[in-house]
């Protein structure tokens, strides 16, 4: 029998530690474990509006923390109940207020067999010109998994729902095709369990563990960088699922072949079947967002408010959706329309301004991104990666940071600036037809974020 109060406070103890003191005062302090049934936890709560604001933003923090201090739980919802540990110490008998807008039980468990999160759907999921490639490659692989797009390597920044995207893959071939086993895993936890199997001297229960999968889901895999005993693992492993026509699917913040340190070998086996980029979502597609955040919290926001928070907040699709959580909480509080002045001052905090970048900053950025000695780039060479390197210097300082032709070419080793003029466009045009360059250009881009 779980001690929930003793329970509730060690999990508190470590998530007090992880959160600022505001926010630990402002939404855990009224909180409370109601009970907990059948691996699920039960955490009592005042209101609506803390009950959608952790399921929202600390779901994650919580069920790990909870499944730290005891192994039998499952997962986590959250409850409105009457009393709070502090209204009624003598009564046990808090009652959950029902609300429709509650998932099934069954919708909020993390399944430990193959850690797919049942939210994670493509109901939810915005398809936009930013990701689409990506989504028509996901729907391929669901109709035909294992014989289309093996394996399939999704990279992009963080915040631009490649996580989502990947797990509602495994949610979806998971649904449609019960017989067959889906796993989800990061590379982090994957490199662990590969340690500890050395170190307990049972590499072959580790092996028989991920090959037995029908699909296999690995998130992060940038974080293969340095580590030589994983990467060795997982080719093995990669082989071994990918001759038996098992279906692969990847995810990182990098292009492959951008990722230090990652052997050849490798490489080339993401590179057999599709590698695809989520980008930053474009104006269009950031309202799309936008209001379907809002749909589903039932609030409304007039379309000049929803415009101005698109143009602001320029971000990735996790930093969008924060600031409009902030608005829409601010709504259910008041209960009443805001104005565009009100919102420019919830939000203003989440605006970024622009980077004021050296030039001097740019060019060690992209020489080092290119992997080549910064003090070249200034030299009079016509080598072809340097080349390359200095007219996507040149592109970058003209295109994202406004820098005049004629100082561009004075800083870069004295060019004219018609030589930069000639550069920019040269890119420009590259830019329409080679798909590989759009890449290494997202990638640039990110450093100076």
Known sequence: MVDTKQLWDNCL????????KPNFSTWFKNTHIFKEEGGTVYVGVPNEFVRDWLSNKYHKLILKTLTAFSDSIRGVTFVITKNTPQSDKKSNQDQPVSLNKELPLQDLYI?????LNPRYVFDT?????????????????INKPGAVYNPLFIYGGTGLGKTHLIQAMGNAIKNRYPDKKVHYITLEKFAIDYVNSVQSNKPNIFKEKYRKYDVIIMDDIQFLSGKERTQEELFHLFNTLYENNKQIIFSSDKHPNYIPGLEDRLKSRFSQGMIVDISEPEYESRIAI????????????TDEVVSYIASSIQGNVRELEGSLNVVIMQAQLKNKPFSLAEVKGLIKNNIKPKKNVAIKDVVKAIADFYNIEEAIVYEKTRRKEIVKARQMIMYVLREDFNVSYPLIGQKLGGKDHTTVIHSFEKIKNDLKNNPTLTGELEQIRVLFK
């Open 13 to 20: 103890s470590e998530i007090e530690v992880a959160v600022s």
């Open 111 to 115: 399944n430990k067999e193959d850690n």
């Open 125 to 141: 999921f915005i398809v936009g010109p930013f990701n689409e490639l990506a989504y028509a490659a996901s729907q391929a692989i």
């Open 290 to 301: 936008l209001r379907a955040k809002l749909r589903d919290a039932n609030v409304s926001l």
